[in-house]
């Protein structure tokens, strides 16, 4: 592994279904955070996670949870999908959460409810 | 909250030059990102500024005047491979980052 991996790669699920995107990343860093990116909105922030063990809520956290049990993973779950939340989900994580440390990106999930 | 605005969508020729503008309002400031995304792929890190004033890196150059909310991103000798969406960032109080909707920039032959 090499930066940060993101699973799946796309998703089509049901309404009401729960769904976990995984998130991965090996560069020790230890701030992680959730977006969702929506044709003409950009970017917005779900949730963050400064450290291991502490989670943080962001723009948009409704309908969604995170978890940080360790430095490298940090899952989003939907626990009751509807269809707003059809999206591209990206994870992203930086060496600190301090504002001047760089956010790298990983590559993505793309999630259609139906 | 925040508000970040930049143009939607810019096209140029090859070997022009493009400026993307930027325009912020937010709850303090700790810097500002640009970002390259191309069609279907992560954003990927293009420059940083917290000091007014031009920071080169190539062919790219940003420039911030935190006194004016006001930044742009400038393209140089723009390639095809240059075709893709560029996305304003700016760090608040709360160190975290607010994006912009993103510029698409198409380049053509």
């Known amino acids: 592994i090499a930066g940060i991996t993101q699973a799946p790669t796309s998703q089509i699920l049901a309404a009401g279904r729960r769904m976990t995107l995984r998130c991965t990343q090996d560069?020790?860093?230890?701030?992680m955070y959730w977006y969702r990116q929506d044709l003409g909105l950009g970017l917005r922030l779900i949730h963050y996670?400064?450290?291991?063990?502490?989670?943080g809520k962001g723009e948009v956290p409704d309908g969604y949870s995170v978890s940080r049990a360790n430095t490298d993973d940090f899952p989003l779950t939907l626990a009751s999908a509807v269809p707003s939340q059809t999206s591209v989900y990206f994870c992203?994580?930086?060496?600190?959460?301090?504002?001047?440390?760089?956010?790298?990106f990983g590559p993505g999930t793309r999630l259609t409810v139906l | 909250g925040q508000n970040i605005d930049q143009p939607t969508e810019m096209t140029a020729t090859e070997g022009a030059i493009v400026q993307i503008n930027c325009t912020y309002q937010?709850?303090?400031?700790?810097?500002l990102f640009w970002y390259q995304q191309h069609a279907g792929e992560a954003p990927t890190f293009l420059s940083y500024?917290?000091?007014?004033g031009l920071e080169e890196k190539g062919r790219f150059s940003s420039f911030l005047s935190r006194s004016k909310g006001y930044s742009y991103l400038l393209l140089k000798e723009l390639q095809m491979k240059d075709s893709a969406s560029y996305l304003c960032?700016?760090?608040?109080?709360?160190?975290?980052?607010?994006f912009g909707a993103g510029t698409t920039v198409t380049v053509r032959a």
């Open positions: 996670s400064n450290t291991a063990g502490t989670t």
């Open positions: 500024n917290v000091l007014d």
């Open positions: 992203a994580s930086s060496r600190t959460s301090g504002g001047a440390d760089t956010q790298y």
């Open positions: 560069m020790r860093h230890n701030a």
């Open positions: 937010t709850s303090g400031f700790n810097g």
């Open positions: 960032a700016v760090s608040s109080n709360d160190y975290k980052l607010s």
